[in-house]
């Protein structure tokens, strides 16, 4: 399974969980060309940490902009979510 269809995947499924929280903050900062603080990313468990380089990598790569725009959604809600 590429990243971009895991992180949405973890994001569906546990959108208040801290690991959504913060690869939700690291999607939207790369839509909206935002900071990202990096050192979120080292509170992460190995596997979603090793999830956010992947998405890193396939964003840069422009690999499934569909899926991406799909991740931009998601994210968008989880961060709602987590104001309110």
């Keep these: 399974m590429n990243a971009i269809k895991a992180a949405s995947k973890l994001l569906d499924h ?13 999607v939207l900062a790369l839509e909206n060309n935002e900071l990202f603080e990096l050192g979120r990313l080292y509170t992460l468990r190995y596997e979603a940490f090793d999830l ?10 422009g690999q499934s902009p569909r ?10 809600q989880v961060r709602r979510a ?3």
């Excluded at 959108?15 to 903050?25: D, F, G, H, V």
């Excluded at 956010?52 to 790569?61: D, F, N």
């Excluded at 899926?67 to 968008?76: E, P, T």
């Design 14 to 26: 546990s959108p208040r969980s801290e690991e959504a929280q913060t690869l939700a903050r690291l």
């Design 52 to 61: 956010a380089l992947s998405i890193l990598e396939e964003w840069r790569s």
């Design 82 to 84: 987590s104001l309110s």
């Design 67 to 76: 899926g991406m725009a799909k991740l931009f959604d998601l994210s968008r």
